[in-house]
């Protein structure tokens, strides 16, 4: 994972990323498609965050599972978009960094990606604390590629 921050840090080079890792981030899990996961919600809190506060990325490795947490301080997402967030062709209200160009699938696919794995995706926000996205998946998980082919045994 720290060479997607590395990049997401190449992109965006005015922002400060603070990472912490904790325990064993090893797991049976598809490497790519987590790295999309982590670029993707990692670009949206540079998107959606003031410019000069700091965007947190952790890690942590349970017994049982791979947490992943994206924080930043930016202003909630409204209830009413965050009702369909993770929903196709949805999107922020906030302009944001015209860098960045979105359809709306971003955070769809992230889903999809996360719960392929066996995952969950939560997402929490308010005025005070800022926005974390917070993915959870069983270290053996299957890649994507085992559940598109399951085993014939």
């Known amino acids: 994972m720290a060479g997607v921050i590395d990049e997401v840090r190449l992109a965006y080079p ?30 949206n809190a540079v998107q959606y965050s003031p410019p000069g506060t700091p965007i947190t990325v952790k890690t942590e490795g349970t017994p049982s599972e791979f947490v992943l947490s994206v924080h930043n301080g930016g202003p909630a997402i409204p209830d009413a978009i965050r009702a369909h967030l993770f929903a196709p062709m949805q999107r922020g209200s906030t302009p944001g960094d015209p860098r960045v160009r979105s359809v709306g699938l971003g955070l769809y696919i992230v889903k999809s990606i996360v ?32 559940l598109a082919r399951p085993d014939e045994t």
């Open 115 to 146: 719960e392929a794995h066996g995952g969950r995706i939560e997402v929490r926000s308010t005025d005070e604390e800022g926005t974390t996205f917070v993915v959870s998946i069983p270290r053996q998980a299957k890649s994507v590629r085992e």
């Open 14 to 43: 005015e922002r400060e990323f603070q990472v912490e890792h904790e325990g064993d981030g090893r797991g049976v899990f598809d490497t790519d498609r987590l790295a999309q996961v982590l670029t993707n919600i990692t670009s």
